[in-house]
């Protein structure tokens, strides 16, 4: 196995890091979340790609990358709102599953038409299709190591 050149590692992620916040502060301020943030969009999102649309809390937090705390505002602010319902989880008094109502998926599909547009205007509007399929590659290759 070649030496690992740290520094262009380094620079790497640098650039990676300074993208994906530059790109992130970018569609916080756009105007498509009507009344979501951005993490809460996030959360319905997630909660999508799970079976039911149900996830434990602990499981939810691993799939956003959020803080359990943090989270759990988010889904009080959610349930309130009618867009994910909390339940216990069966054998396990302290388990809290998160699921998503079909009000929330209509609020995550609505709010994801408009922010899919919006990746494509930052995202897909600076790259060529094959340096987006080159990126896409690597990030998968990056995730997967």
Same mark, same amino acid.
């Given at each position: 196995?070649?030496?690992?050149?740290?520094?262009?590692?380094?620079?790497?992620?640098?650039?990676?890091?300074?993208?994906?916040?530059?790109?992130?502060?970018?569609?916080?301020?756009?105007?498509?979340?009507? $009344? !979501?943030?951005?993490?809460? *969009?996030?959360?319905?999102?997630? /909660?999508?790609?799970?079976? +039911? #649309?149900? =996830?434990?809390?602990? $499981? !939810?937090?691993?799939?956003? *990358?959020?803080?359990?705390?943090? /989270?759990?505002?988010?889904? +009080? #602010?959610? =349930?309130?709102?009618?867009?994910?319902?909390?339940?216990?989880?069966?054998?396990?008094?302290?388990?809290?599953?998160?699921?998503?109502?079909?009000?929330?998926?209509?609020?995550?599909?609505?709010?994801?038409?408009?922010?899919?547009?919006?990746?494509?205007?930052?995202?897909?509007?600076?790259?060529?299709?094959?340096?987006?399929?080159?990126?896409?590659?690597?990030?998968?290759?990056?995730?997967?190591?």
């Amino acid at each position: 196995m070649a030496a690992v050149d740290v520094r262009a590692a380094v620079a790497a992620w640098e650039a990676l890091f300074a993208a994906q916040s530059k790109l992130l502060r970018r569609f916080e301020r756009e105007e498509v979340w009507g $009344d !979501l943030t951005l993490r809460e *969009y996030d959360v319905l999102y997630t /909660l999508t790609g799970f079976e +039911d #649309r149900t =996830a434990r809390l602990r $499981d !939810l937090a691993e799939a956003t *990358y959020l803080p359990q705390p943090s /989270l759990s505002r988010i889904v +009080d #602010r959610l =349930a309130a709102a009618a867009l994910v319902s909390k339940e216990p989880v069966p054998d396990d008094a302290r388990g809290v599953a998160v699921r998503l109502t079909d009000e929330g998926l209509a609020v995550q599909r609505d709010v994801g038409r408009r922010h899919a547009r919006s990746i494509g205007e930052h995202v897909g509007s600076a790259l060529e299709a094959d340096e987006l399929a080159e990126l896409q590659r690597l990030c998968d290759k990056l995730r997967a190591a």
